[in-house]
């Protein structure tokens, strides 16, 4: 019979903060889950199995890798607090140690981590910090290419930006480089009060399945095309392509040649769309770009 772990609430994880003296940090977007039933939630909701290797971002205290270790094969956790990357073993030898062997600690900034221990994850499953949630997402996706599927927390307005569809108001450079790697959908709401310290906003779940790119152009040229299009999303694409293109004429030419109206804006294009406009570009011209822009 599988154990049941026995979760941490509010006055176990202050009890924990007391004694690391750690105070949540602005800068590392430190807001811990301190409900059961939220974690329950979410580890239902990603459908995890004994074949899963579970890579989670942010463990924190612990609250959220309690119930996927009972959940899945294997957890990696990926901490960049070296006091919270410590006391994880510690918290799961003490209410879950016939789970600990499952558990492996990483202390590491997930944004730049690239090497990861033991069998490839399977499953992202986390609670990102709400001002990296984007990047994070989108490294881990291009430097672990065995993650499959996910389920991620996220500032609400966040999770909006992530999975919305081409012509809503929400839709830009996050909505398009997540649709190059994956369908994102939301996934459910969360409540800012099942967190430590309560944040300003709520928080919203968003759910992602790994697919296969449109194919053709390079991602790095894709993303390219996807920057200058959002740079001045205002503008239409012959306008906003030329920096791109070397001219305003050229990204005409561009756009005509991969069958795309000139006269549109980038926030009416699906991410197959960006890739035809990459292919046209002569490959000694074409641009690169891995960041991201709001």
């Known amino acids: 019979m599988e154990e049941d772990p026995r979760l941490l609430g509010p006055a176990e994880i202050r009890r924990l903060a007391v004694r690391l003296g750690i105070r949540p940090s602005k800068r590392l977007g430190q807001n811990f889950v301190t409900d059961a039933g939220t974690v329950r939630r979410i580890t239902a909701l990603a459908g995890l199995g004994r074949g899963d290797v579970v890579l989670e971002v942010g463990p924190g205290f612990g609250s959220l890798t309690l119930p996927l270790l009972a959940a899945a094969g294997r957890v990696v956790a990926v901490e960049v607090d070296p006091a919270l990357a410590a006391e994880l073993p510690r918290t799961v030898a003490e209410r879950a140690p ?34 990296a949630a984007v990047p994070i997402l989108l490294h881990l996706l291009a430097t672990v290419p065995s993650l499959g599927r996910g389920l991620v927390m996220v500032q609400a307005e966040v999770a909006d930006r992530m999975s919305a569809p081409p012509g809503s108001r929400t839709y830009g450079v996050p909505s398009v480089k997540l649709a190059w790697y994956a369908e994102v959908r939301r996934a459910g709401p969360v409540s800012r009060s099942v967190f430590w310290p309560v944040p300003n906003v709520d928080s ?69 769309e960006f890739a035809r406009i990459a292919q046209t570009k002569p490959p000694t011209m074409a641009g690169s770009s891995s960041g991201w822009v709001t």
């Open 98 to 131: 016939g789970l600990s062997g499952r558990l492996q600690v990483v202390t590491a900034d997930a944004a730049q981590v690239r090497d990861l221990p033991g069998e490839p994850p399977t499953a992202l499953v986390a609670n990102l910090p709400y001002h």
């Open 204 to 272: 919203g779940l968003v759910a992602f399945t790994r697919r296969e790119p449109p194919p053709g152009a390079a991602r790095e040229e894709v993303f390219a095309v996807v920057d200058a299009a959002f740079a001045q999303r205002r503008k239409t694409l012959r306008a906003a392509l030329a920096p791109w293109a070397g001219s305003a004429s050229a990204a005409e030419q561009a756009l005509r040649k991969a069958g795309i109206d000139p006269a549109r804006r980038g926030e009416s294009l699906d991410v197959a």
